[in-house]
């Protein structure tokens, strides 16, 4: 069964993160990632990179991910 922790696991071993939650409800989930990896990325490839941590589970696994991706500094302006 895929869990937000999981999912967060997944994510925080292959991206370096500042900040990362994943909430849901099994079924459909939603991470705030906040990465300096995304700096001078479109949203499209903020999220391709977070899709590259989850593999094969965003396939077979994983069936509703939205994700809120931030630079550190967009981060800070975000609180």
């Known amino acids: ?7 967060r696991l997944n994510i925080a071993q292959n991206m370096s993160t ?3 939650t994943v909430n849901g409800d099994g079924q459909h989930f939603e ?3 906040v990465s300096e990896a995304f700096a001078g990325k479109s ?4 999220h391709q990179l977070v899709y590259q941590t989850l593999g094969e589970r965003m396939r077979d696994e ?3 991910l939205s994700m809120k991706t931030y630079t550190p500094q967009e981060w800070q302006s975000q609180k």
């Open 43 to 46: 949203r499209v490839q903020r």
């Open 1 to 7: 069964m895929v869990t937000p922790d999981s999912i």
């Open 62 to 64: 994983i069936h509703a």
């Open 18 to 20: 500042e900040h990362l």
């Open 31 to 33: 991470a705030v990632v």
